[in-house]
């Protein structure tokens, strides 16, 4: 009778069984063993191993094309091929791929590994280091394997010397084909593998002997020199299909007894002869795991020293068997990665709030409670971890690969938070979007995110202070979200003055040095060899010189190519500082002896005003990005052509600045709900939104049926009209409804109460009740509304409540904004309550946005620059005309000479007004808006008026927030913000 080459019989003329305790027989090839193959152990164990389950696992009839171990490779080789081709006919680009680790360059055990992944349709990526490499070296290479999404599984072929703890977990357990970690061996032994992998080698002996035919329940095994992770794998699946395991060395006293007593032997030969034929008794199985685990030089030198060569001969059949079975679970790991990589519905845990009454501070409030873990929001929220990048313990920026593996989910719903014309104070709309964010997730149990601008340090130390919210309805922790955060305004700022620097140098090097002495510096000879950088061929290009060797150019062509001939006086770039620092806004550079007279006039603008802010807030990606980064206009040529940041050879060094700053970060409200953080431009200088990118992967996140909440800066008329105008334009993405946030006291304001100061007590009028003031301020909501159903979009009035408001002040403005053509007024009462202040609100806007609506741009990009500033007056400001100075004339015609005609405007107007004038409350009539000056951001890709006195960097007030900003010295805790 045939036997299968992996067990070795001591006595094969032995017909009969012998026994050697009551019950336990060894096996024989007359004795039937269940058919409980490998693959399905899983599923047994997870089970406990229950009757019912076991008895659906049928007894297969002994193959007779081939030793049971190829039989046993052909169907797991078969089941592999088909699991594989149906993942590859859902994700065509799939290449699974086994990544080897080995010390030094032996191929003679990998071959089986490589044969076995080419029957299946597997990649195979082998990585020899050095034989005497070190366990550092090792853990380096696994790390990075780590992170490689085309890798999906990891297998160790080392000596066992370097297959420390450390080496084994630091391979990531998804990744872990060969099941060493210690996570994968523990799931071994709880008998519960669903997320995890049982080594191969364990797997291979389980799967010969129940290829058997005898039944596994209640036979001895005993494994000897048998250690570390497969002796645990290997005792606990065995146990957990019903036999007894024993343990031993080579060198034990009872190692014979031991063997005399068990059915089925399973050794690891090193420098072992074998077993002599006296310890096995007749129908003992002897399985050698040798060939599995160490080269075939090895056994090789061992081969012809084993007395019975048909140890050598069995072993060699687990080698085959392992190696099938890992590219098995590289298979299984590329399943649980595509499944990982779908859409995840949310299992978002909200954090309780118990709000105090009175209201402590804000700091307060954010101190009280305790944040998630950054990393657990994350997993609830359907991210996979090789989408987060953590700073610190509460926030993390979140990879752009995240639009790829969601691009063919439905976006969810699209919200834009905007307000009427503010107080200097600000009328809350940070404070609302949160809470309503709160209020969605938290209490309406939808999908909801927050989508808010970075604060910049300006107002955080000015007159404002931070932006994370207030009250009960914040962003946490708020210390961390006011400064710094994860450093993308410094990093703005760097970029940004990098290309300044660049630019007054070039400006200096030109007047200072002949053609040949600028080419040769600007092309320097290494190494004895000249070349062209990739930045500079694009230039050749652009000027039409397709040569590629320097020394090819002609006179002609080398000035073209070293002269930008910058305009001092046509400079257009400024440099920027993240400080309220009036004394900036007109400086003089180089007078400094070593300029050699090169002096020039320019200023400084505020961080967030630079066109990198405004670049940030409306790329779509890297590549993107960085072409926008190129198509900056830093200034004019003496000859009227305007000159880029891809002329000054600097837009890449800009793109490495920012590579990090593109990706949003990842915070969470009180209530332990998302919000992304990204981008801050201002929106009385620039755009005033949050990012494109950090709505679009938000929109993914929160799945068809969830919400995004973005704010617009300052009042409807700038920061709304440039979110539809610009920032829709750019994303391609519809709003489903605005809230407008409204309060009593800006109500008052517009129907003529006296002028309110920060950090001066509120007059009374805006204490006591006034109901006429309110009642003519809602003249300024009303237009507000009015601007938001220019472009189609339904429109719900949050009314943000102050504990000074009256119920008569309240219940006026809800009457007069119902009969406004508002879909609904809500209070809200977010600030004292949380998220269930906001219930109200947030079942509004759910139904406001299942409405349809009828989305429209206020003007064509083909209109003329002048026709689409007018347009923007006339509409929303209410105008009677715009005024353009003679500067604005120049600036419109050389625009449209240099092709920018048909990019769209960013209107850079005070907040405090409809109007250009701060002091006009409500909505002004009958003024021409002047435009004293038109700048360009071909790279943001808008053209920016500015209108009136408007100006780019503001200054610090007589007494700035910073006099309570302070730092306990012995708890490092901040004190003072707000």
Same mark, same amino acid.
């Given at each position: 009778?045939?036997l299968?080459?992996a ?9 009969g ?23 399905r152990?899983?599923?047994?164990? =997870?089970? $406990? ?7 659906? #696992? ?7 094309d ?6 046993a490779v ?7 091929r088909?699991?594989l081709?149906a993942?590859?006919e ?22 089986v590994?490589k ?12 990585i ?11 853990i380096?290479e696994?790390?990075?394997l780590?992170e490689?999404?085309? +890798? ?12 420390s703890?450390?080496?084994r977990?630091?391979i990531?357990p998804?990744?872990?084909v060969d099941?060493?970690s ?21 797997? @291979?002996?389980?799967?010969m ?15 000897v ?13 065995l ?7 024993q ?16 059915d089925v ?7 072992h ?16 795991? =040798? ?6 030089? /090895? ?30 679970? +590289? ?6 990665w595509?499944q990982?990589q779908?859409?995840?519905?949310w ?17 307060e ?22 989408e ?29 938070? @905007?307000?009427i014309?503010?107080?200097p104070?600000?009328?809350?709309? =940070? ?13 309406l149990k939808?999908?909801? /995110?927050?989508?808010l ?11 404002k ?16 979200f006011?400064?710094?955060?994860t ?19 070039r ?11 600028? %080419?040769?510096?600007l092309?320097?000879s290494?190494?004895g060899v ?5 930045i500079?061929?694009a ?8 040569k590629s060797?320097p020394s ?8 073209a #190519?070293v002269r ?9 770039w400024?440099?920027v ?11 003089t550079?180089?007078?400094?002896n ?16 630079s066109?990198i802010?405004?670049i940030?807030?409306?790329?779509d ?6 072409a926008?980064l ?7 040529s ?9 002329d ?23 209530? $332990? ?8 431009? #201002? ?8 990012? +494109?990118?950090a ?7 929160? $799945? ?37 946030v409204a309060t ?19 007059p009374k009028? %805006?204490i ?11 003249s300024?909501?009303k237009?507000?509304i009015?601007v ?8 719900? +009035? ?14 006026l ?6 009969? =406004? $053509?508002?879909?609904?007024?809500v209070?809200c009462?977010h ?52 005024e353009l ?10 625009y449209?000479?240099?092709g ?5 405007i ?7 007004s409809?109007?250009?004038?701060p002091e ?6 009958? #003024? ?13 890709? /808008? ?28 708890t ?5 913000? /707000?």
């Amino acid at each position: 009778m045939r036997l299968s080459l992996a067990f070795r019989h001591a006595h094969r003329s032995h017909a009969g069984i012998r026994r050697s305790r009551a019950g336990v027989g060894a096996l024989s090839s007359e004795s039937r063993l269940s058919a409980v193959i490998y693959p399905r152990v899983r599923e047994l164990s =997870s089970t $406990g191993g229950t009757s019912e389950t076991a008895t659906s #696992f049928k007894s297969q009839p002994r193959k007779n094309d081939g030793p049971l171990y190829q039989s046993a490779v052909r169907d797991i080789v078969q089941r592999s091929r088909v699991e594989l081709k149906a993942m590859k006919e859902t994700n065509p680009g799939l290449k699974p791929t086994l990544a080897i680790i080995q010390a030094g360059e032996d191929d003679s055990l990998l071959e089986v590994n490589k044969k076995m992944a080419g029957k299946i349709g597997l990649n195979v990526m082998q990585i020899c280091l050095p034989r005497h490499c070190t366990e550092e070296e090792v853990i380096e290479e696994i790390l990075r394997l780590n992170e490689d999404s085309r +890798v999906h599984g990891v297998f160790l072929h080392l000596p066992q010397s370097f297959l420390s703890k450390s080496v084994r977990n630091a391979i990531k357990p998804q990744k872990d084909v060969d099941g060493v970690s210690d996570l994968n061996v523990g799931r071994v032994v709880l008998g519960d593998q669903r997320d995890g992998f049982a080594s191969p080698v364990a797997g @291979a002996v389980l799967e010969m002997l129940a290829r058997h035919d005898a039944p596994l329940i209640s036979k001895m095994a005993v494994l000897v020199g048998v250690e570390g992770p497969l002796k645990a794998s290997l005792q606990f699946l065995l146990q957990n299909n019903g036999m007894m395991v024993q343990t031993c060395q080579w060198g034990s006293k009872h190692l014979q007894k031991q063997i005399l007593d068990s059915d089925v032997v399973i050794l690891l030969e090193t420098d072992h002869k074998g077993l002599p034929p006296t310890w096995l008794r007749p129908g003992v199985a002897v399985i050698n795991l =040798s060939s599995a685990l160490m080269e075939d030089t /090895f056994l090789q030198k061992h081969r012809d020293s084993w007395e019975h060569r048909a140890e050598a001969e069995s072993g060699a059949e687990i080698g085959p068997l392992s190696a099938v079975l890992r590219m098995q679970n +590289v298979v299984r790991s590329s399943k649980r990665w595509i499944q990982e990589q779908q859409y995840q519905p949310w299992r978002l845990r909200p954090l309780k709030l118990q709000p105090l009454s009175p209201v402590p501070s804000d700091i307060e409030i954010s101190r009280a409670q305790t944040p998630k873990p950054i990393s657990q929001l994350a997993k609830e929220i359907g991210l996979v971890p090789e989408e987060l990048e953590a700073y610190g313990n509460t926030k993390a920026k979140v990879h752009l690969s995240l639009l790829n593996r969601l691009q063919h989910q439905p976006n969810g719903k699209y919200v834009l938070v @905007a307000g009427i014309t503010p107080t200097p104070l600000g009328e809350g709309k =940070s404070t609302v979007t949160i809470g309503l964010v709160q209020a969605l997730s938290a209490h309406l149990k939808l999908n909801s /995110f927050a989508c808010l601008r970075q604060p910049s340090q300006g107002p955080t130390f000015g007159v404002k202070g931070g932006a994370a919210g207030g009250g009960y309805a914040q962003v946490i922790p708020m210390e961390e979200f006011n400064l710094h955060l994860t450093g993308d305004i410094h990093a703005i700022t760097a970029a940004n003055n990098l290309v300044a620097a660049a630019i007054d140098a070039r400006i200096l090097h030109e007047a200072t040095q002949s053609d040949k002495a600028l %080419y040769s510096r600007l092309v320097p000879s290494v190494n004895g060899v000249r070349c062209f950088s990739p930045i500079q061929m694009a230039r050749l290009q652009r000027l039409g010189i397709n040569k590629s060797d320097p020394s090819d150019l002609t006179p002609e062509e080398v000035r073209a #190519f070293v002269r930008l001939d910058l305009d001092p006086e046509k400079v257009t770039w400024q440099r920027v500082v993240d400080t309220n620092d009036r004394f900036l806004r007109k400086i003089t550079v180089g007078q400094a002896n070593t300029e050699k007279g090169h002096a020039r006039q320019t200023q400084f603008d505020i961080a967030v005003a630079s066109e990198i802010m405004a670049i940030l807030a409306l790329t779509d990606g890297l590549a993107d990005m960085r072409a926008r980064l190129g198509r900056m206009v830093v200034g004019s040529s003496r000859n009227g052509k305007p000159v880029t940041a891809d002329d000054l050879g600097v837009t890449g060094a800009l793109a490495v600045l920012m590579k990090d700053a593109i990706k949003p970060t990842l915070m969470q409200t009180l209530e $332990g709900t998302p919000v992304f953080v990204h981008a801050g431009p #201002f929106a009385n200088i620039a755009h005033g939104n949050s990012s +494109v990118l950090a709505d679009k992967l938000a929109l993914k996140l929160v $799945g068809e049926e969830g919400f995004v909440v973005t704010e617009a800066g300052f009042g409807a008329d700038i920061g709304m009209e440039k979110f539809f105008n610009i920032k829709c334009r750019t994303s391609g993405l519809k709003p489903d409804v605005v809230v407008l946030v409204a309060t009593v006291r800006a109500l008052k304001m517009h129907g003529g109460g006296p002028n309110v100061t920060a950090g001066v007590p509120l007059p009374k009028e %805006y204490i006591n009740e006034n109901l006429q003031l309110v009642a003519d301020g809602c003249s300024n909501l009303k237009k507000q509304i009015q601007v938001a159903h220019l472009f189609g979009v339904p429109v719900v +009035v949050a009314l943000n409540v102050f504990k000074t408001d009256s119920h008569a002040e309240i219940d006026l403005v809800c009457r007069i904004t119902e009969a =406004s $053509g508002a879909s609904a007024v809500v209070q809200c009462h977010h600030w004292s309550r949380g998220g269930r202040g906001s219930v109200e609100l947030a079942q509004a806007v759910k139904k406001a946005a299942s409405q349809k609506n009828h989305f429209q741009f206020l003007y064509n990009l083909q209109d003329s620059i002048e026709e689409k500033i007018r347009t923007i007056a006339q509409k929303v400001y209410g105008a009677d005309d715009i005024e353009l100075s003679p500067e604005a004339q120049a600036k419109i015609e050389y625009y449209n000479q240099q092709g920018f005609g048909a990019l769209p405007i960013c209107m850079a107007k005070t907040h405090l007004s409809l109007s250009h004038m701060p002091e006009k409350k409500g909505v002004p009539t009958g #003024f021409i808006l002047p435009i004293r000056d038109i700048r360009a951001s071909i790279g943001a890709g /808008f053209i920016y008026p500015l209108v009136g006195t408007m100006s780019t960097m503001p200054g610090l007030p007589t007494r700035p927030c910073f006099y309570d900003i302070d730092l306990d010295p012995v708890t490092e805790e901040i004190k003072g913000l /707000f």
